[in-house]
């Protein structure tokens, strides 16, 4: 079973930037696509994003399209968001999942999550 540690939330203005991370530890991390959910206060959890095991195949949420970017370093079982020009629509909490290759569908375990506040 993976586990899946998210960091890099906090509190920013809006239209500033913040990069999350999500580290994958036992389990297997080779081969999947990763993908960034998020939920909101009183809301369902919501896809963001997604990238393929090799990269070439992404996927983002409209509502972040052109403002957040998604990527993954293999050899650290890494995944990263890079979200910039923050909105106060984009506050919750954000959580990293494995997904089944090439969809939005999430597969296993969530991580606590990382919480993100963005201030208008």
């Known amino acids: 079973q993976v586990q899946l540690v998210e960091s890099g939330g906090g509190l920013v203005q809006a239209g500033g930037s913040l990069r999350l991370s999500c580290v994958a530890s036992?389990?297997?991390?080779?081969?999947?696509?990763m993908g960034w959910f998020r939920q909101a206060p009183g809301k369902g959890r919501e896809f963001v994003a997604a990238l393929g095991w090799s990269g070439t195949y992404a996927d983002y949420a409209d509502s972040v399209k052109g403002r957040f970017t998604i990527s993954r370093d293999n050899a650290k079982k890494t995944v990263y968001l890079q979200m910039n020009s923050l909105k106060a629509d984009d506050t919750g909490t954000y959580y990293c999942?494995?997904?089944?290759?090439?969809?939005?569908?999430?597969?296993?375990?969530w991580g606590q999550g990382t919480q993100v506040t963005v201030s208008s």
């Open positions: 999942a494995r997904m089944i290759y090439s969809s939005r569908v999430p597969i296993g375990s």
């Open positions: 036992g389990g297997t991390f080779n081969g999947y696509g």
